[in-house]
Each structure stands twice: as structure tokens, then as C-alpha cells.
């Protein structure tokens, strides 16, 4: 990125509460920085698509088991994710 490095924005997002609940997935780099700037999953590169949505279905997974705020919302962008549970 341009204007910051990737282990910034992570700490960014994270100060603001507006997305201390979004899921980041830290891919380049040093993994166990990029989970103390609170990273909630960790992919070294060459990432596989496959890889990639594996990840991203468990996140959303965890997200649709424990809180249901993230349920309505996904449910409302995703037509088949009620029918999915």
C-alpha cells in the first residue's frame, strides 16, 4: 500500500470500533507480528484461491455461529446464507 504498511492499517482498523469485529487475514510478512497488530488469521504467500476461500468461509462461519448482529447482515448482502445454516 502506498500510504501505509500492512501491520499499520491492521492496528488502525483495530483502534477503531467501527471494525474491531471485522476479520483480517494478514498475508505477507511476519505472522506472529501480524497477529499481535490483531490479525485473526494468517496466509503465507503463494496464496490458492482455493486456500483463500477456505479461510474466508471459516471466518464467516465463526461470525454466523457467534453473533447474530453478523447474521442479519450477512443474510441481507448473501440471498442463499439462511437457507446455508
Given at each position: 500500500m502506498p500510504v501505509m504498511n500492512g501491520l499499520e492499517a491492521i492496528a488502525?482498523?483495530?483502534?477503531?470500533?467501527?471494525?474491531?469485529?471485522?476479520?483480517?487475514?494478514?498475508?505477507?510478512?511476519?505472522?506472529?507480528?501480524?497477529?499481535?497488530?490483531?490479525?485473526?488469521?494468517?496466509?503465507?504467500?503463494?496464496?490458492?484461491?482455493?486456500?483463500?476461500?477456505?479461510?474466508v468461509e471459516k471466518l464467516i462461519k465463526e461470525r454466523l455461529e457467534g453473533n447474530s448482529g453478523f447474521i442479519e447482515a450477512y443474510t441481507e448482502i448473501t440471498p442463499t446464507a439462511s437457507t446455508q445454516r
Open positions: 488502525r482498523l483495530r483502534a477503531d470500533d467501527r471494525f474491531a469485529a471485522t476479520p483480517i487475514m494478514a498475508m505477507p510478512g511476519d505472522k506472529e507480528r501480524c497477529f499481535n497488530a490483531g490479525a485473526n488469521e494468517y496466509m503465507s504467500k503463494p496464496v490458492s484461491l482455493k486456500n483463500l476461500l477456505h479461510m
